[in-house]
């Protein structure tokens, strides 16, 4: 069984502060997708990194996946209260046709 | 709306009742995915289809559930007896089958089903 591990599971920090929130496995995945939830709201993708060393950056949010594709990280610079909410991985495995998500980081950005 | 929709989004009902929920995937998706979360978790896949085929089913999936998708087009989950522990939210996603490159393609989840089972 495929695990994906986040930390910290919680997070609570001031608008404009900078923030790294962590993906970690002991398994290798294909693809590593981040998403972002809303209360009551199903998960929205925000990114799709498939290959070791590869870095997205999506306006303030930069993506890394590990060079051997066990980890990945999210850095957000200058947090905003727009930011807020729950910050899942999810890892596509060999047959890749279904996800294993981590448990997510609850990110809270306070004005 | 062109997005995943399911029905309904809210469902309240006591131990040992029967619930069926609705999901409607993006149309031209050929892929159609269940997971359930609960509080402080993240989604754990359920099943899921490709057409109107049902590939896989998790071990959690107990024999009280049943998930079907007609024609490959909608899908329902339907919970017989529901129990305490099935309280959750019921997440539909669907997508297009892999790239060329064999990875899974974007998920798209509709909004979810919370189901409280009292």
């Known amino acids: 069984t495929q695990l994906l591990e986040q930390s910290p599971q919680f997070l609570s920090i001031q608008e404009g502060e900078n923030l790294t929130v962590y993906c970690n496995s002991s398994s290798v995945f294909s693809s590593l997708q981040w998403y972002r939830q809303e209360p009551g709201e199903g998960p929205v993708l925000l990114v799709t990194v498939v290959t070791g060393g590869e870095v997205k950056k999506l306006k303030r949010l930069t993506f890394q996946f590990g060079d051997a594709r066990k980890d990945s990280s999210l850095h957000i610079t200058a947090a905003q209260p727009g930011d807020t909410g729950l910050y899942l991985c999810?890892?596509?495995?060999?047959?890749?046709?279904?996800?294993?998500f981590g448990k997510g980081t609850l990110l809270t950005v306070n004005p | 709306d062109t997005g995943v929709s399911q029905d309904p989004r809210h469902k309240i009902t006591k131990r040992g009742q029967n619930v069926t929920f609705r999901c409607d995937p993006i149309s031209e998706h050929n892929r159609l995915y269940w997971y359930r979360q609960t509080l402080g978790q993240g989604p754990e896949f359920l099943t899921y289809f490709q057409n109107e085929a049902q590939l896989e089913k998790s071990r959690l999936l107990s024999d009280r559930f049943s998930a079907e998708r007609p024609k490959g087009s909608f899908s329902t989950l339907e919970i017989q007896r529901t129990e305490q522990g099935d309280s959750a939210m019921y997440l539909c996603?669907?997508?297009?089958?892999?790239?060329?490159?064999?990875?899974?393609?974007?998920?798209?989840f509709g909004e979810g089903s919370r189901l409280t089972v009292l």
């Open positions: 999810a890892g596509g495995g060999g047959s890749n046709y279904k996800l294993t």
């Open positions: 996603a669907s997508s297009f089958g892999p790239s060329a490159g064999g990875l899974t393609g974007e998920l798209f």
